[in-house]
């Protein structure tokens, strides 16, 4: 998939002996021709020639027969918080697009009437968020404005196969992993829209801020050490571990810490008593085990 690509009405390009123009160069990207709110056709550009028919293949699988202007749906109940979609008065399956003037912002994906899955994109062109619901498969992705990523997340079956939250400087604040994401990834790898993360590498790179919150049995003594020696780390302020597989020889590294302020650690793998040593170590930090506050 494409993360950046200028996306407009067709009627906002100008043709000049065959050749398509936006604002006086010659157009990149994609653009849809609308006609009376209807999609009659969406083309790929480049440098102002058609290079073939815009295919919507991140909704593969959905019913893409139908494509309207978004300003064409209606509420099935306005009084609703977050009602049913129709169109001429009927729930709504298909594709609708939402313009900002002639750009092209987002496309939702409908079923019956509903919408669990959409693509939106800056007016710049830049991918701001991917949302796609399958009954296996989900996938969550946002972006900043910048490009970097704010949010990746991957569920399979309901459960969290991988869930990275990012600041907007790049530091990470949320690592969750479930064991088997880094064997399961590669078999799902033709159904995934965004080919980040898709191996542990990144974990050696990861930069740290001031919270972070670990998560997920990926997480062992070994993975644990790597995060450790990190940029940032000695930095970080609030630090939540829980479900992973570390054990006391990951808590002794919690003793490098010395800017932590408020530790919290779910595990029954751990003994309370090396938590007290980090305790002792850290008087005047805050320190959750299991729920409970250790106090010296």
Known sequence: MKYFMLRVKQSALTEKEG???YNDVPFTGVAFLMNDNMLESANEFSDGNVVGEYLFEHFHGFDTKLIIDDELLEPEDEDSYQPFMCFNGDMFT???LEFEGDFCTAEYMYVRG??????GYYP????????IEHPKLSQNFLWYKSGQVERFEISYHHQIFIKLLFNEDGTISVLNISDDYFNQVILLSDQLLCGLFRDDCFIDTLR???FLSIRGLFIDDDVFKRIFTNDGIKNIKILYVSDTKITERSVFLLKELPMLENLSITSTLINAEVIREIKLNNPECYIKFNDK????
Do not use: K, R
């Open 19 to 21: 050749v398509f123009f």
């Open 293 to 296: 506050e250790i106090l010296l």
């Open 208 to 210: 740290i801020g001031d």
């Open 124 to 131: 710049t062109g830049c991918i701001e968020a991917i949302e």
């Open 94 to 96: 298909g594709l609708s």
């Open 114 to 119: 509903w919408s669990d899955s959409s693509i």
